[in-house]
């Protein structure tokens, strides 16, 4: 069983619509990374959050360190936000990165 | 504040060849690490450096590669000899210091190895 899932692994919607992807691990973890990923390669950090709840701009990540359980919320969705989300936790004396498999996001006009 | 950069941006060689990478964290950053992403797979980590300290390199097939981190700042990777299989994004991140800070990812390197 992978540490970290994510759902769903693929997600098209349509432009304005809120957007949730959902990320749950099985470990131990400090601190978890939401990520963007664009066709191409580069990698954005989103967010980093251990507890409670982060907002930038139209994105919103949740985390519940008790429940093991993570959340990226995108309101009123565009298509620029068309691209890859990872959701990667820390674990580890190294607080090395565990990476989910990542979904793909696909916003319609 | 400048991101992490990264050189070349593409690199295409042909297999048994020597190939380098070049990274330049952000300002102040202490930790860098080098991160290798195969084609439909998530990133691996390779090598990560406190300062000039190597902390982790338990990923890194050593027979082939090597990473070095000179005064703590620019790092370099390298491939020799290169094999088919090390087609990938060669990816560099930088945190501020203590490894349980946020990442900041550099555009990346691809590497096509014929």
């Known amino acids: 069983k992978n540490e970290v899932e994510q759902s769903p692994q693929n997600l098209t919607a349509q432009e304005g619509e809120f957007i949730t992807i959902n990320c749950s691990y099985s470990v131990g973890i400090s601190a978890l990374h939401w990520l963007q990923q664009h066709p191409g390669g580069g990698i954005v950090s989103l967010f980093m959050?251990?507890?409670?709840?982060k907002k930038h701009g139209r994105l919103i990540a949740t985390i519940n360190i008790q429940e093991k359980h993570s959340s990226l919320h995108i309101t009123s969705s565009h298509p620029r936000d068309s691209a890859v989300y990872i959701c990667a936790p820390l674990k580890g004396s190294n607080y090395q990165l565990i990476w989910g498999a990542g979904t793909k996001l696909i916003i319609k006009p | 504040e400048a991101g992490v950069a990264q050189s070349p941006r593409y690199k295409i060689i042909e297999k048994r060849q020597s190939v380098a990478f070049w990274c330049n964290p952000i300002?102040?950053?202490?930790?860098l690490y080098w991160y290798q992403q195969i084609l439909g797979q998530g990133p691996k980590l390779l090598i990560q450096?406190?300062?000039?300290?190597?902390?982790?390199d338990s990923q890194l097939p050593k027979d082939r590669f090597s990473a070095e981190r000179l005064k703590g700042v620019d790092s370099t990777l390298k491939i020799q000899p290169a094999k088919l299989e090390d087609s990938a994004v060669y990816l560099c991140a930088s945190s501020w210091g203590g490894t349980g800070n946020e990442q900041y990812f550099g555009p990346g390197t691809r590497l096509t190895v014929t």
């Open positions: 300002s102040g950053h202490a930790t």
């Open positions: 450096f406190q300062n000039n300290g190597v902390v982790d």
């Open positions: 959050l251990s507890s409670g709840k």
